[in-house]
């Protein structure tokens, strides 16, 4: 059977299953149903005797913080508890430098002719969002396995004041998986440059977010920056996204004083305070930082064995081709598939065609631009372990047509 | 005994009370005590199938939007449920006209030498707050019982593009109580404006907030732009925050189609969606439209003696006197009190040092200053019935000794 026919047979199932997005399944989710009960009858004091039913606590409650602060490795006097999304802390957060000048800025972003942002890649999808709705121009870097090639990133920064920023998820890399190194943070923390203002995004979406017992080893970018002289260097992001409730968890900003100082006063004028019976809920529902590592666990045990089968069917079906390259990550939510260039929006196209859908080709690269056309994101933590074998199977087989065909010419 | 002997007595009795802000008592956020164990055990779909525990949303969950939709007067279509304050709400909003031109505008605010918003005094501090955080800079126009004298705004907008948008809080205004007229609905709605993308910030916070079994009749802000053809003058806001849980609410925000694809629009990049499980906890708890309003009434029954009382105290200590006039708010949360020209910060003064904190005077005009110092904003909601009389009490004192001791010189 050519592999023509096996597509044709293949279109023929029918299937209709999602690789696109890192969402937590119903089985992770099922993991925080008694939240759906909790804080419960009568509960809503918190440990100082704030009612969290009332308006206030701009900053958030204290207890959460507290459970988190060592989780994130920030000191709970710079960490923020706030509101369901860190997406919206990192849009506000530069929303605000626009608007008003960061600690150290000549002026504010909108009065700037260009504001830049490096961008390592491959990336998450919503952070080039941001920055195409700010009309701030990306500069893509190369992500080495260690993080971004900071040769490059230091070359860069050091010449141009138009480069304001860079974005970073340096644990478990979305999508490649990677975990930057002390190397890379220390030098991140360090460098020259000639903005300022510069700041490190550093969405720490998946800090605990480990797909084997051995945690993820993260240099502490807030100690690194302040070490180096650049305490006001990094904004750290984090949420209970992929922890609790996808859509109903709660978002986490940590920085320096100075930069915390500053967000504080602008978000006085913008809200009465986070949603704080949300963030006792969570309290009660972990009760400490054990509580939400033993959670976590349970996560792992739902979503290695995922990872376990892409990696699987990639290796049976496109092992030792030379056609296809994949991360192997030990955490976080994707796996990173190369393919011949100028083969990844076709794969992506007949994956379509046979009823799987795959992150448009191009997604992890600013302006959905991957210029060697070779790199897809897969998403395998929604799909059961049936569904997922059945799309990697259909994914495996579209990228050996994809290779062949683009071979014959 | 002389006044100044009164009020040694009063600062003797060590009070500790506080009527500044607007904020729900112990016993209104009771009403809703339910919530905190909604939506409940495996209960997290919505009508339509919608695992409301993740990612998504964008425009809040349907069947929430169904109860509220009539309850404001807004067609479903153009009624989004958002996050858990209006305020951050009506701070987006600005912040995007901002950066990214509203519709029918030439350009982004930023890009104007200066933006000007009509305050109609007095107002809403937070408003104000949000003017000066964005660089707006403010004019006030008087209230006149109906809502803003409509001659002095018809002639400011119709001569200066610079002016861009109005406050308004159309029923039980903030804090004199007033609910704007049909006519001045309409001819908010007519007026030619020299600027283009001209907006009134509709904050509807009160609306369904009676304090008698009247329900306020406010005329349809949206048609009458509609049919005045400006449909997409308005941004009309409201919340639950009132209604349920004051810091765990759910905000709203209604306005013409072209305005609400605008927002989504930018929306889609600032975030995944809002928290619908809360959302969903307020289907639950409320079922129904009817089921806001019989929750209306029992909040009704807390706060209608409050005010009566403030009422009471005032008319007992200070009726007659001519040196104080208040008012009788058929609605909302505050009541305004009036005194002699330049007593106003005097009053206030003297309050704190007897143990009873104010609004700051100055607090409900743009930049805190009112140009007579003669206002004081009263919130009786929070303290308990025998509190707010002591409260009162103290108050009416501060007038009478005040006003006295202005008039001696």
């Keep these: 059977m050519t592999l023509r026919e096996e597509y044709a047979e293949l279109q023929s199932k029918g299937l209709k299953l999602d690789l696109t997005r890192g969402k937590p399944s119903p089985e992770q989710l099922n993991l925080s149903n008694r939240m759906l009960e909790l804080p419960g009858a009568g509960d809503y004091l918190a440990a100082d005797g704030t009612d969290t039913r009332n308006y206030g606590g701009l900053t958030g409650l204290p207890e959460l913080v507290e459970i988190f602060a060592p989780l994130l490795g920030i000191p709970k006097g710079q960490l923020l508890a706030l509101g369901n999304a860190s997406l919206q802390i990192m849009h506000d957060v530069i929303a605000n430098a626009m608007l008003s000048p960061v600690p150290g800025a000549a002026r504010r972003w909108v009065e700037e002719d260009e504001v830049v942002f490096l961008c390592p890649v491959p990336g998450y999808d919503r952070h080039f969002g941001l920055c195409e709705r700010f009309g701030i121009t990306m500069v893509p870097v190369a992500l080495t396995g260690q993080g971004p090639d900071m040769d490059e990133v230091e070359r860069l920064v050091a010449e141009d004041p138009r480069i304001k920023g860079i974005w970073c998820v340096p644990a478990y890399s979305n999508p490649s998986g990677e975990v930057y190194s002390a190397e890379t943070v220390r030098r991140l923390a360090a460098m020259t440059t000639a903005a300022p203002d510069f700041r ?210």
Tied chains: 1, 2.
């Design 200 to 409: 490190i995004f550093w969405d720490n979406a998946y800090a605990i977010h480990d797909l084997t017992e051995q945690r993820a080893e993260l240099a502490d970018v807030l100690d690194a920056c302040a070490r180096a002289g650049n305490p006001d260097r990094a904004f750290v992001f984090a949420s209970t996204s992929k922890i609790t409730l996808a859509g109903a968890g709660v978002a986490f900003l940590g920085s320096s004083t100075a930069n915390v100082e500053w967000l504080k006063a602008l978000m006085s004028k913008q809200t009465i305070g986070p949603d704080k019976v949300n963030q006792l809920r969570h309290v009660r529902f972990f009760g400490d930082a054990d509580g939400v590592l033993a959670h976590m666990a349970k996560h792992r045990a739902l979503l290695a064995p995922r990872f376990e089968t892409v990696e699987h069917v990639l290796e049976r079906e496109l092992g030792g081709r030379g056609i296809a390259r994949w991360s192997r990550p030990e955490g976080g939510y994707f796996v990173s598939l190369e393919v011949p260039d100028g083969c990844a929006a076709e794969v992506v196209r007949l994956a379509k065609e046979a009823g799987v859908a795959l992150t448009p080709a191009g997604a992890a690269f600013p302006y959905g631009h991957d210029p060697r056309d070779h790199h897809i994101r897969l998403a395998p933590s929604y799909p059961s372990l049936t569904e997922l074998r059945e799309a990697m199977e259909a994914v495996a087989l579209c990228v050996r047509l994809a290779a062949e065909e683009q071979k014959q010419g």
